[in-house]
Nanobody, 118 residues
Framework: VQLQASGGGLVQAGGSLRLSCAVS????????MAWFRRAPGKEREFVAR????????VYADSVKGRFTISRDNAKNTVYLQMNSLKVEDTAVYYC????????????WGQGTLVIVSS
């Protein structure tokens, strides 16, 4: 299984970006997908997760109302739509796969850098 994250870049505060995470390999329908991020000098933190069917989502308080996680299982891709970006959203964003929906993330993408300028 491999995860390939993309879509990062430089954006001004208040702008938007959409991250994508393409999953290749054999996975099962009981999985959950998530996004995490690591800001410079900080620990990695949870951003959002979504279940297989796409109807159950969870967000960190810091992004609630601004970010939306979604998935297209036909394309094996998970998205993170980020709106109203803030300077403090600057980080490397990682997608992760939880194969058994037990909050143990078995596979990680390589990360994509998001820089929000003031």
């Amino acid at each position: 299984v491999q995860l390939q994250a993309s879509g990062g870049g430089l954006v001004q505060a208040g702008g938007s970006l959409r991250l994508s995470c393409a999953v290749s390999g054999r996975i099962f329908s009981s999985n959950r997908m998530a996004w995490f991020r690591r800001a410079p000098g900080k620990e990695r933190e949870f951003v959002a997760r979504i279940n297989w069917a796409g109807y159950s989502t969870v967000y960190a308080d810091s992004v609630k109302g601004r970010f939306t996680i979604s998935r297209d299982n036909a394309k094996n891709t998970v998205y993170l739509q980020m709106n109203s970006l803030k300077v403090e959203d600057t980080a490397v964003y990682y997608c992760a796969l939880d194969l058994r929906s037990d909050s143990t993330y078995d596979y990680w993408g390589q990360g994509t850098l998001v820089i929000v300028s003031s």
